[in-house]
C-alpha cells in the first residue's frame, strides 16, 4: 500500500520558514509527479507546489517565489521549504502522489497543481502562521 506521511509543521510567526517533509513508502516510481497541496479555512484543497519526474517544478501564484519544492528520490522523501511565512498561508498542508499507471504528467511551470492530478495523498499537517 501506498503510504505518505507529512512531517515539520508547526507554528510559527510572520516572516519565519519551516520546512516539510513528506516521508513516501510503498511508491518507488520517480518519474511520476509529486506535490503539495493545502486548505485554507473552509476553502477547498488547492495545489501548492508539484515536481515531476524530470525534476520541472510548478507553484501557485500565491507562493511563488517564497516556497521550494524538492525531492530526494535515495530517501523517498519529498520537501517543501517555505520561507517568508505569511498569515494568509495557515492551513493544512498535504503531500501526494500521482497513481503510477500510463504515461507520466509533465509539470508546466506557472500551471497550479490539480487535485485531480493525484490519487494517493497524505493525512495532513498544520501549519500555523501567527502576525
Known amino acids: 500500500q501506498v503510504r505518505l506521511k507529512e512531517s515539520g509543521g508547526g507554528s510559527v510567526q510572520a516572516g519565519g520558514s519551516l520546512r516539510l517533509s513528506c516521508a513516501i513508502s510503498?511508491?518507488?516510481?520517480?518519474?511520476?509527479?509529486l506535490g503539495w497541496f493545502r486548505q485554507r479555512g473552509g476553502n477547498e484543497r488547492e495545489g501548492v507546489a508539484a515536481?515531476?519526474?524530470?525534476?520541472?517544478?510548478t507553484y501557485a501564484d500565491s507562493v511563488k517565489g517564497r516556497f521550494s519544492i524538492s525531492k530526494d528520490n535515495a530517501k523517498n522523501t519529498l520537501y517543501l521549504q517555505m520561507n517568508g511565512l505569511k498569515p494568509e498561508d495557515t492551513g493544512m498542508y498535504y503531500c501526494?502522489?500521482?497513481?503510477?499507471?500510463?504515461?507520466?504528467?509533465?509539470?508546466?511551470?506557472?500551471?497550479?497543481?490539480?487535485?485531480?492530478?493525484?490519487?494517493?495523498w497524505g493525512q495532513g499537517i498544520l501549519v500555523t502562521v501567527s502576525s
Open positions: 501526494a502522489a500521482e497513481e503510477p499507471v500510463g504515461r507520466s504528467t509533465k509539470v508546466v511551470p506557472g500551471r497550479q497543481p490539480e487535485v485531480n492530478q493525484f490519487e494517493f
Open positions: 510503498g511508491y518507488t516510481y520517480n518519474q511520476y509527479c
Open positions: 515536481i515531476d519526474g524530470e525534476g520541472t517544478t
